[in-house]
């Protein structure tokens, strides 16, 4: 520590500044607060132990899991395993732990072991070899959940009752919960671990990995024990959740992953990094909890709970982030400035005429001339994986089929099948081009196919006029989940996720629960019909991937998504509108995801609720495995392409065997981490 | 004024809740797994008409939550129901296991828990199914007689991990198994859903073509299978025999080319004397579940396990519905006109000759027979 230092170290921060640090935690306890005198108000009858042991065993798994993930969030990482590795450790004590007390002694630290070692896995490929957490994590997700599928196919097997009681009972009859006590020795670890060096670095680390560095951290080392702390979490998660079912089901944690991250965030945790805890994140899994009990009292539809769901999301962050510095003040006041601007006169546009002070001038050196490859090295090194990838899944289709190579029907297949992913594609890859992320996709694509099919209902003229009303309202969206970014200076992941839900209750709503439109004969042909040789949606991509190219490469609007992934704060001081842009990236996003809608109910003949949902984690795989940095600023539509072209041609070739679904799911994950491997940065 | 949106936000989500309960009646919570799709949709629409129904009307107050594919949010709903002094819980289990301990505990305070369609394994707990291992074995073994014993065929299963989806596939296999003329080229997992026996099946044909295949057995999907050859160019009497499912779509298809009387008969979705058989776990299970629930609440004798007779008709025992009354049906038809139901994946397997109060209307839109 340097001597500068030393003089900061006595003093105590005013208390606002450690109030301030704790801000998000702070609002958490406040809603859950709010929500727990609401849920009080309307239940009838006092608050008994009865509902204290059923709340503190129903948020116990999230809340451990949640623990996890908010770890690995603090170092600024992302961790899509944690749900597998729940299920996982649920299947392995169902069919290994035996009854007798030292086997489930041993049994219980095993899944913590298990946990602790696909932690190790995943921060491995992070911290060692320096890949993208959400796609190492996806991976990983993927690979165990063929592991979990192998060893136990379908729900079953036994939980000692004593270790259900142990851990999901209660610990004083009447009194105490056993849950309660689980959740205090969390908290506890998560206290005494966060006091440490490791702790410290923690925070560190994911405020700025340069200067944590910088200052001696051993960066990767922290890493890695991130994951593996989160691991065990997990492994915690998965042991509680096998008390309290008393059995096993291989499909049980796969669905709590979106419930974690919205446990984190409504704890006051930033995703990105630096400033949050698990404290808050425990707070944020009950208060998940309470929605569920508020809105089965209140008897809301069905329809509307993921609705509010969503909107308490938002209006949690809001409420943490809101403050004279947040990006809603800051568009108030530079709106100010420019009204007045315009007003005195002084604005520059008033000025276009007027020559300027200093002229730019071409240096004259003469260059000498690059070669194309010396030229496009960079670019080459990480979108010629995916190719390379996707020419050896080609050529292992033509082994085991020996029907692929020279045969044209398995190209338009491969291409129509590619087709979505082409068009999501775009739109997630132009988002994360700038650092965000847009997870509201799934129900983008199926509010916008069930709204076009319904308008349709099978008429060729109704389609003339629903599709563009259907892409325009896909693009309306999409430009409110931007301006929810900009305005209101929200998380991408956060505004997202609740415009999700808010398009699930939509899509609910709108069609009852049952969508009965179904498309035009027109809409069928483009999807399975013959032009020139092919099916027409070939021509489609074709025109399409060719427009993307152009978009992204040669436009201003192109340009500036770069700028804005390269640093937001240099793209607007370089006169980027950057709150502009933003929004033009989600509303494409919008736009392609409600294409990929139609497509799709072109594709079945009829939408169906749900039908986006399978799309959301190939449109991220596909991009990163084309070489874009999840982090924004690096990447290019031909890798996406390449990485669509790969996976496409892999789930083609997986599905024509016999293989079992978990070892299809091992293989999957695998190809996807040997593709960014070889995308792996040789000097960092 | 942080705090002021706070409060609106807990005003508004107050002011979507409806009606208060009457305190004569039984107050029945039904627990939902996923209203994503037309199964699930018809089932709630069958519980709703049910309780609506002249006979029920004024004996039990209906609330119904959704929880998605989530077991562990099903747990809290459940424990939050017991908590909300439920009489009876009607459940679509998302796991047959992981509610146990939940499902005891409500038992334990005596509420009444009800399954339909899947089960769950707590002794204490009612179920209404119907036998996956013979719902996977009689098409199968249907299939093999049409194949006269030999051929390559496609398995299309439902979603891997369950129970349901590892009964039917695994029965299935055993009858193939039995048959060393019958060889399974490929497999693909479609969700339980035409759309994604869509995309399973394109990418199978993609490198088995459709001359290459004999025959099907799908859990979901034949209605999609015949579409896709009718665009290959494959003539109807050239159709490959569909093992499936109960969707009006398929059924319709199973009609006689030419059959007399059809409306509304579009595109794929017409007769084609398409040779398969129809298997359906019926969406009526919940409704029956519920009129149990009462009465036995009521102080009848129930049993805890109601099997259900597994739907199953070939060709010739598809039959047209002009209506959709319940008596319709009770007098044997068992698909309806495409003029009704447009949707061609509407599963038409809604006659119970227990559930005299609903009829097509229930299942369409949750209005019950009068």
Redesign the interface.
């Known amino acids: 520590m340097s001597a500068a230092a030393l003089p900061l170290a006595g003093r105590r921060p005013r208390r606002g500044m450690r109030l301030g640090r704790h801000r998000g935690l702070l609002v958490a306890l406040v809603v859950f607060a709010l929500l727990f005198a609401v849920a009080d108000a309307i239940t009838p009858g006092s608050f008994s132990y009865f509902e204290l042991s059923f709340m503190s065993s129903g948020g116990a798994t999230l809340a451990l899991a949640g623990m996890g993930q908010t770890v690995v969030v603090l170092t600024g990482g992302f961790d899509l395993s944690a749900g597998a590795v729940v299920s996982l450790v649920n299947v392995v004590l169902a069919t290994w732990m035996g009854p007798e007390p030292p086997s489930q002694i041993l049994f219980g630290l095993v899944a913590i072991g298990i946990g602790a070692t696909v932690g190790a896995v995943n921060g491995f490929f992070v911290a060692v070899v320096r890949l993208q957490p959400i796609v190492v994590t996806l991976s990983t997700m993927f690979i165990v959940q063929g592991i979990t599928l192998l060893i136990m196919d379908k729900p079953g097997g036994l939980i000692a009752p004593e270790f259900s009681a142990f851990l999901a009972g209660d610990a004083i009859p009447d009194r105490l919960p056993a849950p309660v006590v689980v959740i205090a020795a969390a908290v506890a670890f998560w206290l005494l671990l966060k006091n440490t060096r490791f702790g410290v670095a923690l925070y560190a680390i994911g405020s700025d990995p340069e200067a944590a560095r910088a200052a001696g951290l051993p960066t990767r080392a922290i890493q890695l024990g991130a994951y593996v702390v989160a691991g065990m979490f997990y492994g915690a998660a998965g042991a509680f959740i096998s008390a309290q079912t008393g059995s096993a089901d291989p499909l049980i944690g796969g669905p709590m992953l979106l419930q974690i991250f919205t446990a984190v965030v409504l704890g006051g945790t930033l995703l990105g990094g630096g400033r949050g805890g698990c404290l808050g994140t425990v707070v944020g899994a009950y208060t998940l909890v309470l929605v569920v009990n508020i809105l089965l009292v209140l008897n809301v539809s069905a329809y509307y709970s993921s609705v509010a769901e969503g909107a308490i999301l938002i209006m949690a962050v809001l409420a943490a982030s809101l403050n004279r510095r947040s990006a809603i003040a800051d568009y108030l006041r530079l709106g100010w400035l420019e009204l007045r601007a315009r007003h005195d006169g002084t604005a520059p546009s008033a000025h276009a005429g007027e020559a300027r002070p200093f002229a730019l001038q071409r240096p004259e050196v003469a260059l000498a001339p690059v070669s194309w490859l010396e030229r496009h090295r960079e670019l080459l090194r990480y979108v010629l994986p995916a190719y390379a990838g996707f020419v050896l899944v080609l050529v292992a289709t033509h082994l085991v089929y020996g029907n692929a190579l020279t045969n044209p029907a398995y190209f338009n297949s491969l291409i129509v099948l590619a087709s979505f992913l082409v068009v999501l594609a775009l739109g997630q890859g132009a988002v994360i081009l700038t650092g965000g992320l847009d997870l509201s996709l799934p129900w983008m694509i199926g509010l916008c196919g069930i709204l076009v099919a319904g308008l349709v209902r099978g008429s060729d003229e109704a389609a003339l006029w629903a599709i563009p009303l259907g892409l325009a309202l896909g693009a309306g969206l999409g430009a409110l989940n931007g301006a929810g970014i900009v305005l209101l200076g929200l998380p991408p992941i956060v505004m997202t996720l609740a415009m999700n839900g808010i398009l699930q209750g939509a899509a609910l709503v709108y069609s009852n629960g049952t969508p009965d439109g179904f498309a035009s004969p027109g809409m069928r042909w483009f999807m399975t019909g013959r032009l020139l040789g092919v099916t027409p949606v070939v021509w489609f991509v074709a025109a399409f991937v060719g427009a993307a190219l152009v978009l992204l490469g040669r436009t201003a609007f192109g340009r500036r998504v770069y700028a804005v992934g390269n640093g937001a704060l240099v793209a607007r001081l370089s006169g980027v509108g950057v709150g502009g842009t933003l929004i033009g990236v989600y509303a494409l996003s919008g736009l392609c995801a409600a294409l990929v809608g139609i497509l799709l109910a072109s594709f079945s003949g009829q939408a169906s609720l749900g039908m986006g949902d399978g799309y959301l984690l190939p449109s991220i795989a596909v991009v990163v495995v084309g070489g874009t940095l999840i982090t924004g600023g690096r990447g290019h539509y031909l890798g996406m392409l390449g990485g669509v072209l790969l996976l496409t041609a892999l789930a083609t070739l997986l599905a024509g065997t016999t293989l079992p679904f978990a070892v299809r799911d091992i293989i999957y994950g695998l190809v996807v981490l040997a593709a960014v491997l070889a995308l792996r940065e040789r000097h960092a | 004024m942080?705090?002021g949106?706070?409060?609106a936000?807990?005003a508004m989500?107050?002011l979507?809740?409806?009606?208060a309960v009457a305190a004569d009646k039984y107050k029945i919570?039904l627990s939902?797994s996923?209203?994503?799709?037309?199964w699930?949709?018809?089932a709630?629409?069958m519980v709703k008409a049910m309780a609506d129904h002249a006979s029920m009307r004024d004996k039990v107050d209906l609330?119904?939550?959704?929880a998605?594919?989530?077991?562990?949010?099903q747990?809290?709903?459940i424990?939050?129901?017991?908590?909300?002094?439920a009489d009876a819980i009607i459940v679509y289990p998302i796991?047959?296991?992981?509610?146990?301990?939940v499902v005891k505990?409500a038992c334990d305070k005596g509420v009444l828990v009800f399954a339909y369609d899947s089960v769950i394994?707590e002794p204490c707990a009612y179920n209404t199914t119907i036998d996956q291992d013979e719902a996977g074995r009689k098409p199968a073994e249907w299939l093999v007689d049409q194949l006269g014993g030999e051929g390559k065929i496609v398995?299309i299963?439902g979603?891997?991990?369950?129970?349901v989806?590892?009964?039917r596939t695994a029965a299935a296999k055993d009858v193939f198994a039995k048959h060393p003329g019958i060889e399974?080229?490929?497999?693909?997992?479609g969700m339980w859903?035409?759309?994604?026996a869509?995309?399973?099946l394109?990418?199978?044909?993609?490198?088995?073509?459709w001359s290459e295949i004999d025959g099907l057995w799908m859990q979901a999907g034949c209605f999609?299978a015949a579409?896709?050859q009718d665009?290959a160019g494959i003539a109807d009497a050239d159709k490959k025999p569909c093992a499936g499912e109960g969707s009006n779509g398929h059924r319709i298809q199973m009609l006689p080319i030419g059959t007399e009387g059809i409306e509304g008969a579009?595109?794929?979705y017409r007769p084609m004397g398409y040779p398969s058989i129809s298997y359906a776990s019926p969406p009526y299970s919940g409704a029956l579940a519920l009129k149990n629930a009462v009465a036995k609440l009521e102080g009848k004798e129930i049993p805890q396990l109601t099997s259900l007779p597994l739907p199953l008709y070939t060709n010739d025992e598809i039959k047209l519905c002009t209506e959709g009354t319940w008596a319709e049906m009770q007098a044997g038809c068992n698909v309806f006109q495409p003029a009704l139901v447009?949707?061609?994946?509407?599963f038409g397997s809604i006659y119970s000759a227990e559930t005299p109060e609903i009829g097509l209307q229930a299942a369409l839109v949750g209005q019950p027979e009068n």
């Open positions: 942080r705090l949106w706070l409060a936000g807990v989500v107050g979507m809740g409806s009606d919570f939902m996923y209203i994503g799709n037309d699930q949709a018809e709630a629409n609330q119904i939550q959704v998605g594919p989530n077991a562990q949010r747990i809290q709903q424990n939050a129901m017991v908590q909300q002094g796991s047959p296991t992981a509610l146990n301990q505990n394994t398995v299963t979603v891997p991990g369950t129970s989806d590892t009964a399974i080229v490929a497999e693909g997992n859903s035409q759309a994604v869509r995309t399973e394109s990418k199978i044909v993609a490198t088995h073509p999609t579409s896709m665009e579009n595109g794929t447009s949707n061609p994946g509407w």
